[in-house]
Nanobody, 124 residues
């Protein structure tokens, strides 16, 4: 499946953004989808994941209560709503899709389909 991420941009601290990840080539049905982010000089880290069928969601502690992951089955699109943004949220955000078990859903190596990344920059 090919993924296309979009929606990044420059926002002030405390602001909001919505990232989108759409699929082509197949539907997301049966997949687990996730958002990861990578700041300069740092490793790619888990942000949030959602199970396409059932809608179970999982979050990194650093974003819990501020970010919301969701999906629109009709549009075959996943979203990440970023609220109360902080400067430390600045990173390139990537969407990913695959079939990992829950125990592995937090590891970037569990995913073989990746979007191209979208830059989120939060200014103070």
């Amino acid at each position: 499946v090919q993924l296309q991420a979009s929606g990044g941009g420059l926002v002030q601290a405390g602001g909001s953004l919505r990232l989108s990840c759409s699929a082509s080539g197949r539907t997301f049905g049966g997949c687990r989808l996730a958002w990861f982010r990578q700041a300069p000089g740092k490793e790619r880290s888990f942000v949030a994941a959602i199970t396409w069928t059932g809608g179970g969601t999982y979050y990194a502690d650093s974003v819990k209560g501020r970010f919301t992951i969701s999906r629109d089955s009709a549009k075959n699109t996943m979203y990440l709503h970023l609220n109360s943004l902080k400067t430390e949220d600045t990173a390139v955000y990537y969407c990913a899709a695959d079939l990992p078990p829950i125990s592995a859903a937090f590891r970037a190596t569990s995913y073989t389909s990746w979007g191209q990344g979208t830059q989120v920059t939060v200014s103070s």
